[in-house]
Structures are given as C-alpha cells and as structure tokens.
C-alpha cells in the first residue's frame, strides 16, 4: 500500500500561472481533503470531498478549484496563482464506510511544496 | 464553531524530562480529538484520538492525553523526552457526524541532550 501519494513534490509557478496538484489514495476511503500548511497558521482546509462525487469549501476556498476524479483521486486547480498562494500543500484521506462518523483518522501525503514567484 | 488554541509554539524539554504539551477546545457539542506529529519534510501521522470512550488515551511511541471536558482540555504528555520526539505536535478537533477536522496552530517541540 502506497497510501496517499502527492505529485509533484515541488512546483515553482510564476503569478499568473496555473497548475494542477495531484492527489491519490488506495485505501479505499470515502472522504478526501486539501489543505494549505503555513509558519504559525496550523493546517487550514482548502477544499474536501466527503464522498466520491461531492465537494466542499473548507476554510481558505478563494483562488482555489478541486476535482473528485473517482474515489481514489481528487486534484487541486490553481488557475491563476499569486504570491499569497506559496505554501505547503497537503491531501489528506479518511474513512472505508459507508457512515462518516467524524472519528476516522485522517492519512495525509507527504505533501507538495508551491513557491509563487 | 469549532476551536483549537495551543499554548506555545515552542516548547523545549531536555532528554529524559517529561513532555508536555498543551491544547484547548471550543466546541458546542462534545467533540472528537486528536494528536498528530509531523517530522521534518514530511506529512502529518497520528498520535492518538478520542472518541468518546475512556478519558485517557494512550497513542505511539509512549504518549498519552487526557481528555477534561470540565477544562475543555486535551493535553499530551510523554514521562520522558526522545531526541527522536523532536518534531512538530498539532491538536485537531472534530464535530461528530462531519468528517472535517480544524486544526489548532502547533507546537513545535525541541529536544535538547
């Protein structure tokens, strides 16, 4: 088992650029989830899909586009990046069951590192 | 709305000494909680959780927390510090019936010999 794996690992982007970041998990769970790392600020939720075909806005949605794929995979789209935009991204997946209790642990990958310039 | 508020963005302990660190919730229904650990350059893994059960959970590599609902608090402990605990320890909550988890600032934790 990979578990959640992140590509690329490093990506720097001129403002006005886009990108897509890649997300994918084999534990067979219902629920993935984006989040933006920054020095001081803790994980904050960009984006989530509790399930295959739903997504929604997590905390800092603004600038930011996702794509449930299938249930392994959910991509996050920066369609113009800027500055504000550097940051160490992470995917995130939770729960094999039907119910999401809130309980399940969450796996994250080991993380895609985005510099603005 | 759910909180988490840390104390300390950096805590240092010597090797040997007893760790702890410190997490505080806000929530309006009894919450789920928990612990994760990030190393250098990697992603987050988990320590422990609770899940409504018993009050004191024990996760890996020796660390335990207790949950006080009385204190709204969630502390991890560990009787005595590793070189290797060095890393960075973040507090996380969630509401029952949501996947979701809000993530508190983290603390940094410095182990010296």
């Known amino acids: 088992n990979a578990g959640v794996t992140q590509t690329p690992k490093f990506q720097v982007l001129k403002t006005g650029q886009s990108m897509t970041l890649q997300c994918a998990q084999d534990m067979n769970h219902n629920s993935m989830y984006w989040y933006r790392q920054d020095p001081g600020m803790g994980l904050r939720l960009i984006y989530y899909s509790a399930s295959e075909g739903t997504t929604d806005k997590g905390e800092v949605p603004n600038g930011y586009n996702v794509s449930r794929l299938n249930k392994r995979e959910f991509s996050l789209r920066l369609e113009s990046a800027a500055p504000s935009q550097t940051s160490v991204y992470f995917c995130?997946?939770?729960?094999?069951?039907?119910?999401?209790?809130?309980?399940?642990?969450?796996?994250f990958g080991p993380g895609t590192r985005l510099l603005v310039l | 709305a759910q909180s988490v508020t840390q104390l300390g963005s950096h805590v240092s302990v010597s090797e040997g000494a007893l760790v702890l660190l410190r997490c505080n919730y806000s929530s309006s229904v009894p919450p789920y909680l928990f612990w994760y650990v990030q190393y250098p350059n990697q992603g987050l893994q988990l320590l422990l959780k609770?899940?409504?059960?018993?009050?004191l959970v024990k996760g890996i590599n020796g660390f335990e927390a207790e949950f006080k609902k009385s204190e709204t608090s969630f502390h991890l402990t560990k009787p005595s510090a590793h070189m290797s605990d060095a890393a960075e320890y973040f507090c996380?909550?969630?509401?029952?019936?949501?996947?979701?988890?809000?993530f508190g600032k983290g603390t940094m934790l410095l182990v010296s010999p």
């Open positions: 995130a997946s939770s729960g094999n069951s039907r119910r999401t209790g809130g309980e399940e642990t969450q796996y």
């Open positions: 996380a909550v969630s509401k029952p019936g949501y996947s979701t988890l809000t």
């Open positions: 609770y899940t409504s059960a018993a009050t």
